[in-house]
Structure formats: structure tokens, C-alpha cells
């Protein structure tokens, strides 16, 4: 079927209608393309200044001292002076147990020793008799021999004064041996007595601090077997406990002022021990800071700013200036109206300055922040960083 020339014309009439349409409104002429205008960015020159660095580090108040006391005896507990939270003077009673079998013993040692000195005076007190009684015997015999050669009666007696004289001289030499030997039996008699003596003393338990009960396990009634724990005591002075890592130890001095801060309030504490060899498991050493008296809050947490080495002559940039890619670090220099990316090495940061160990010399102006969206040889125009901006 053949289409006539009116009906060609009308399937060709949308085709040219679209076609002058794209024509009417096509643009006059390409738009062109507008340069980005420059970024603005911060600046600052890297400089070389003194660090005084500071380690703050997070502990806990305890006491100065911390006792647990134990009978050194056995016994059963007979009194009971204090309560957890006494406060308590050196040396003050605190427990006592039943004596009266420490008692009879202290007094049966007592007579023993008194019985020894009193045999050794009477034991030297025979002896000079003994010796005394000896010679004049020796005499006898010496005039008896004599008289023996012209009676036989003589000759008798003497031999009864020699009998004697044997029994004179061992009578002397028991005596001479309990003397020497005196000494030592009322010295040993003697040490049993004071041992008696202490034990009777150690059936009263006393504070070996002024300080606060913390804890009493003991009531009245209970037996206390030997060195079992009976009570707690704590003193009332306090230390600030921490951790530190091996530079900070180091740098830490006996007696050094530091700055702890406990609850918003700032005291000024002393460096009272820093343990120098770590812990094995942690690798960490225990430093003690004496407290003020007034600070009597054990168990609070609290922070402490401990000096580290001082850093002389280091360069230094703000910490935002640095700008860590793909485990390195970087500054923006500029160049002109140019950035140009320097890779560094990082020493110390102090607080909000980062000390940069090689990689850019000082007097050298760097962007101090804002860097992250910066890029190698973008054109930007540079501002001086208002004070504010940077940490000094």
C-alpha cells in the first residue's frame, strides 16, 4: 500500500517539529570554564624554643602506712578497747587476751632465775670456805708426815688426815666448778624469765603507729591462734599511688615537689619513692607521692603532673600542623603562593606542640591546621595564625 503525498507529509511533521525545537533552544555558545579561586589557610613559621614537659598520670590516695597486727601468742581474747574507725595513739591498747597462764609462768621463771643467783653467791661463798678449810688440812697432813717418821701413831692420823684432805679438795673443785659455771645457769634462767616476760606482754596487742582502725576480726571470747590476723591498722597520712613508664621514673628525684589533683583541688605533693626496677608483668614502675596532711581522703582517684627531662633548643610546630598518611608524617610548606608537602620525623609532643625531630628547618612557615584537605602544590593564600591559634 502506497502512502499518498499528504499522508508522508503528516508522519514527517512531529520529526521536524522536534528537530526545530532542539535548534531554538541550543545555547548561543559553550560556557567556559572559571579557575578555582585560591584556599586561605593558616600559617605559621616553625620555631625553636625550651620544653619543659609534664606527665600527667592517674592514681590513688592510700595510707603512708598500712598494718595488719597479729598475736605473737595463743590465747583467748579477753578485751576488746577499739572499734574500725578509732582513732588511736602509738602504742595504745588495742586487744587483750587471757594472761593468767603467761602471768604464772613469767612468775615461776622469775623465782627459777632468782633461785640461781642465789646459788651462786652461797656456791662462792663455800668455796672460799672450802679453800680455807683445804690449806689447814694441807698444814695437817704437812705436820703429821713429819711427826710419822718417830710414832707409829702418827703414822696413822696421817693417813686419815690425807683421806680428808682428798675429800677437802674435792669438795673444793665441785664448788669452783658450780662458781664458774654459775654464770651461765642465771644467765639462761634469766633469758627464760624475759621470755616470759615478753610473752605476757604480747598478750596485749598495742599500736605500733598513731593512726585509724580500719578493721577488727577479733571479738571477745574468740581464740587467737599465732600470727593470725586480728586487726588493721592505717595511718592517717596519705600517699598518692601510681604507675609510670621507665622515662618518667627516671626523671622523678627523692624529695621532688610535684602537683597532684584530687576532686578539682590542686595540692602540692613530694616525691617520697619511684621504684627502680619494673614490674615484670607490666613493665611499669610504683612511684609514691607523700600528701599534705590536710588531704585525708583515702581511696579517692586523682591525677599527677610529674616533670620529664627538659627538651633544650627543640623545633617545634602545632600538633594540628601535622598531617599522618599511610603510617608517615608531613608538613605543607609554602612556597610561594604554593603548598609543597615535607615529609618529617616526630620527636616529643608537649601538650598541644609537636617537636619535629628532621625533615624541615626552623623559621620555615608551615600550615598550622586545617591540613587534611590540602594537597601538594595547591595554590592557596596564606594568613598568619592569630595567637589563639597556636599552643605555645
Do not use: C
Not at 23 to 42: G, T
Not at 54 to 67: C, F, K
Not at 84 to 98: I, T
Not at 178 to 196: C, K, Y
Amino acid at each position: 500500500m502506497r502512502l499518498t503525498r499528504a499522508a508522508q507529509a503528516l508522519f514527517l511533521l512531529p520529526f521536524v517539529a522536534l528537530t526545530l525545537w532542539f535548534s531554538l533552544s541550543r545555547p548561543a555558545e559553550e560556557p567556559a570554564l572559571r579557575a578555582l579561586a585560591p584556599l586561605a589557610v593558616a600559617v605559621n613559621d616553625t620555631r625553636v624554643v625550651d620544653l619543659y614537659p609534664l606527665e600527667t598520670v592517674s592514681g590513688h590516695l592510700q595510707p603512708a602506712r598500712r598494718a595488719w597486727l597479729r598475736f605473737e601468742v595463743d590465747g583467748r581474747v579477753a578485751a576488746r578497747h577499739v572499734e574500725a574507725g578509732r582513732q588511736v595513739e602509738a602504742d595504745a591498747l588495742l586487744l587483750e587476751l587471757d594472761a593468767r597462764d603467761y602471768r604464772d609462768a613469767f612468775i615461776q621463771a622469775q623465782a627459777n632465775w632468782r633461785e640461781a643467783k642465789e646459788e651462786l653467791e652461797r656456791d662462792r661463798s663455800l668455796l672460799k670456805l672450802a679453800q680455807r678449810s683445804r690449806k689447814l688440812q694441807q698444814e695437817e697432813v704437812s705436820r703429821l708426815q713429819q711427826l710419822g717418821e718417830r710414832s707409829l701413831a702418827s703414822k696413822t692420823l696421817l693417813g686419815d688426815a690425807q683421806a680428808l684432805l682428798a675429800q677437802r679438795q674435792s669438795e673444793e673443785a665441785r664448788l669452783k666448778s658450780s662458781v664458774e659455771n654459775g654464770p651461765q645457769r642465771v644467765a639462761a634462767r634469766e633469758a627464760a624469765m624475759d621470755l616470759a616476760q615478753r610473752n605476757l606482754e604480747r598478750t596485749g596487742l598495742r599500736a605500733p603507729f598513731a593512726g585509724r582502725v580500719n578493721q577488727v576480726l577479733l571479738q571477745v571470747g574468740d581464740f587467737a591462734g599465732r600470727n593470725q590476723q586480728a586487726l588493721e591498722l592505717i595511718s592517717d597520712q596519705l600517699d598518692f599511688y601510681t604507675q609510670v613508664r621507665g622515662s618518667v621514673a627516671r626523671a622523678l628525684n627523692i624529695g621532688q615537689q610535684v602537683q597532684v589533683v584530687v576532686a578539682g583541688q590542686t595540692y602540692t605533693a613530694t616525691v617520697f619513692s619511684v621504684q627502680p626496677d619494673p614490674d615484670p608483668a607490666t613493665f611499669t614502675h610504683a612511684v609514691r607521692l607523700s600528701m599534705p596532711a590536710a588531704e585525708r581522703r583515702s581511696g579517692m582517684a586523682g591525677a599527677a603532673q610529674l616533670p620529664l627531662a627538659p627538651l633544650s633548643q627543640a623545633l617545634v610546630v602545632p600538633a594540628t600542623a601535622v598531617l599522618l598518611d599511610d603510617g608517615r608524617a608531613f608538613l605543607f610548606k609554602l612556597d610561594g603562593e604554593h603548598l609543597r608537602r615535607v615529609a618529617v620525623e616526630l620527636g616529643t609532643r608537649v601538650g598541644q606542640q609537636q617537636v619535629i625531630a628532621s625533615g624541615i628547618d626552623a623559621g620555615q612557615t608551615v600550615v598550622v591546621r586545617d591540613v587534611a584537605a590540602l594537597a601538594d602544590g595547591q595554590r592557596v593564600v596564606a594568613e598568619v595564625a592569630a595567637p589563639g591559634e597556636t599552643v605555645d
